[in-house]
Antibody, heavy 123, light 107 residues
Framework: QVQLVESGGGVVQPGGSLRLSCAAS????????MHWVRQAPGKGLEWVAF????????YYGDSVKGRFTISRDNPKNTLYLQMNSLRAEDTAVYYC????????????????WGQGALVTVSS | EIVLTQSPATLSLSPGDRATLSCRAS??????LAWYQQKPGQAPRLLIY???NRATGIPARFSGSGSGTDFTLTVSSLEPEDFAVYYC?????????FGGGTKVEIK
């Protein structure tokens, strides 16, 4: 069965950095685009970043552009999110999510989600 | 960016009632709209993709309709496990965006 397991969350000071990982199993990771979506405490969902199945395209939300970098290692079935220059408003649960369609030239809905990693930015 | 406005913010209903949730887009998203359900402490779950297609394993009481700027998620008869928060999401244009959510609570 499909599994997505995030790791790397924790407490970091403002201006600091953190790298999240998402270990994928149960599907052909190299055939699916992947996303990061976050949710601040008590708030709604905010899309963060996307990477195409082969890593050829990346897109970011406006609030993280220039500070966060999404990447993937297909042989290791792992997705990453490098977060730099962290701010208090980046405090959230970060979910990795798999795209429904394989090898899509566009993007598709998110059919599986991890359980999330909590990132707290605080001094 | 495309803004998705969900209404109402909260829907108070009883088990067995019909639930009708709305999602309105600030510009056309064609049929590229999905609905997700989220329960407390859990990750979201895909219910409907491309406006009207049920995801794998989703019960037939969930249905989606609409195109362009106006969309509806209908739950024909609420089961106890359906009380949750529901989000719509568009995928036609970057950045991808979610609506603010509708909470379906027990009356």
């Amino acid at each position: 069965q499909v599994q997505l397991v995030e790791s790397g969350g924790g407490v970091v000071q403002p201006g600091g950095s953190l790298r999240l990982s998402c270990a994928a199993s149960g599907f052909t990771f190299s055939s699916h685009g992947m996303h990061w979506v976050r949710q601040a405490p008590g708030k709604g969902l905010e899309w963060v970043a996307f990477i195409r199945y082969d890593g050829s395209d990346k897109y970011y939300g406006d609030s993280v552009k220039g500070r966060f970098t999404i990447s993937r290692d297909n042989p290791k079935n792992t997705l990453y999110l490098q977060m730099n220059s962290l701010r208090a408003e980046d405090t959230a649960v970060y979910y990795c999510a798999k795209e429904l369609k394989q090898m899509s030239s566009s993007t598709s809905s998110f059919d599986y989600w991890g359980q999330g990693a909590l990132v707290t930015v605080s001094s | 960016e495309i803004v998705l406005t969900q209404s109402p913010a909260t829907l108070s209903l009883s088990p067995g009632d019909r639930a009708t949730l709305s999602c309105r887009a600030s510009q056309s998203v064609s049929s590229y709209l999905a609905w997700y359900q989220q329960k407390p402490g859990q990750a979201p779950r895909l219910l409907i993709y491309d406006a009207s297609n049920r995801a794998t394993g989703i019960p037939a009481r969930f249905s989606g309709s609409g195109s362009g700027t106006d969309f509806t998620l209908t739950v024909s008869s609420l089961e106890p496990e359906d009380f949750a928060v529901y989000y719509c999401q568009q995928r036609i244009k970057w950045p991808l965006t979610f609506g603010g959510g509708t909470k379906v609570e027990i009356k």
